[in-house]
DNA sequence: ACCTGAACACCGTTCAAGT
DNA sequence: ACCTGAACACCGTTCAAGT
């Protein structure tokens, strides 16, 4: 391994962003510094410039490594038993990724805050939405469920759709960018072909109130349901008037 | 009105607060110091520390002066129509609180990550229990639902029921303090004094999984039952097999 | 009593200079 | 090519001093 005179291994992005998170992990949220991360790193803090663009980027690149470590958790889990309904395979990989978020407590709200998503939340919630789709819910009902489940599980809350807007691009470009997204995250890629054109939600944007109001009216229709269950009034639980 | 020799009126806390709010709203999320808030208000920033201990207590009167708006927002609904089902009168609620918050993007970001609750928290949490003992919930469903739907609502997260741990305060001073709290917020107070404690949530403490999967639950439960109507199956919808 | 000036110990980030 | 030193324009916060 190649040295530098002082005896350190050279710094390279990948060794950056892992000390910061190790730092985020035992600093409070906040307190996380350029200057901290390179004294971690036996360095100065202008050398880390060499291998992230600024600060935000550094952060950036937090998140999109806790949300890797999403993906590689989500990968060890046991294969659902034959004839497991698809709730309880998306159960098991939203509380996997609870259990892995709980111990990075400063991950979720990076994940939540940024603007963008990297290459790691696209897998994750393509994954997420090929569990709903071989479950047989319908593209809308995928897009829906992706923003009420994803917001709760990883907190993630920017426009789903919003991968690139088409304007200033090449329109070369933009169609073989889409088509290769489609080759990698064909759920996502499935969901937004299929996705109901003619309701508000068009192509690349998503109706942030009418997603709150799905998610809130699901929330809302469970508690009312375990109330009439409480009450004593059966309701038909799970089945259909069985 | 009194005014200093320099021709301005005197410094409060509520002026404080209030400049830091209308600054917040217009700069960028982190990028509010306690220089730009002075500047607001014509003072050098060291003036700020006689109205605020530091910039931690400014933020969480941030908070809490925006819960403050939710509940004068909440007081101005008109009175549900009679026989309207608590569902409908909590859906207006908690829509109405995030009206307000979308005109203050950092504010449920802000509200969310304190670690107390104020007044104004605490009423607009006690206003929507009441809504929900009203609507026949019992006192451990309106717990789970408030955990439920207040993360969504208005991103509180805390343990909701740790008021003040019982411990090196005097006992006679906690039992008034809790004999008060039941005048002020009396659903609360039914919440925390009906809810099960043989179960894992005793009082004083919410076991943040539980909520979790309670919530979690109600959405996969939701979504399924979407997908069942989708395919066509009648699935009982909102009554029993009427 | 209420605000200010000057100062301290920090930030993120730049740029020319070292090796 | 990769890192460092010195510097710049900021932070939150303190404390003695002004009025």
């Given at each position: 391994?190649?040295?530098?005179?002082?005896?350190?291994?050279?710094?390279?992005?990948?060794?950056?962003?892992?000390?910061?998170?190790d730092l985020a992990d035992a600093v409070a949220t906040g307190r996380l510094t350029m200057r901290l991360v390179a004294?971690?790193?036996?360095?100065?803090?202008?050398a880390l410039y060499r291998h992230v663009a600024?600060?935000?980027?550094?952060?950036?690149?937090?998140?999109?490594?806790?949300?890797?470590r999403l993906n590689e958790r989500a990968a060890q889990l046991d294969p659902p038993a034959p004839g497991t309904p698809w709730t309880g395979v998306a159960r098991e990989r939203v509380l996997a990724?609870?259990?892995?978020l709980l111990r990075h407590p400063?991950?979720?709200?990076?994940?939540?805050?940024?603007?963008?998503?990297?290459?790691?939340?696209?897998?994750?919630?393509?994954?997420?939405?090929a569990v709903l789709f071989a479950g047989g819910?319908?593209?809308?009902?995928?897009?829906?469920?992706?923003?009420?489940?994803?917001?709760r599980a990883i907190g993630y809350n920017a426009e789903l759709l919003d991968v690139?807007?088409?304007?200033?691009?090449?329109?070369?470009?933009?169609?073989?960018?889409?088509?290769?997204m489609s080759q990698t995250y064909p759920a996502i890629a499935r969901m937004v072909g299929e996705i109901s054109?003619?309701?508000?939600?068009?192509?690349?944007?998503?109706?942030?109130?009418?997603?709150?109001?799905?998610?809130?009216?699901l929330l809302l229709e469970g508690i009312e349901r375990r109330r009439r269950a409480e009450a004593g009034q059966p309701a038909a639980p799970p089945g259909p008037c069985s």
């Open positions: 391994m190649p040295r530098t005179r002082a005896g350190r291994a050279p710094l390279s992005r990948d060794r950056v962003v892992e000390a910061a998170s004294d971690r790193l036996d360095v100065e803090a202008m600024d600060k935000d980027d550094l952060l950036d690149a937090l998140a999109e490594r806790v949300v890797e990724a609870r259990q892995v400063w991950a979720a709200r990076q994940v939540h805050e940024r603007g963008t998503m990297g290459p790691a939340t696209l897998r994750w919630f393509d994954d997420l939405s819910c319908s593209a809308d009902l995928v897009h829906h469920a992706v923003h009420a489940l994803g917001t690139a807007p088409p304007g200033e691009e090449e329109g070369q470009d933009m169609l073989a960018a889409m088509a290769a054109h003619d309701a508000s939600t068009a192509l690349g944007w998503c109706d942030d109130q009418e997603e709150f109001e799905f998610g809130l009216d």
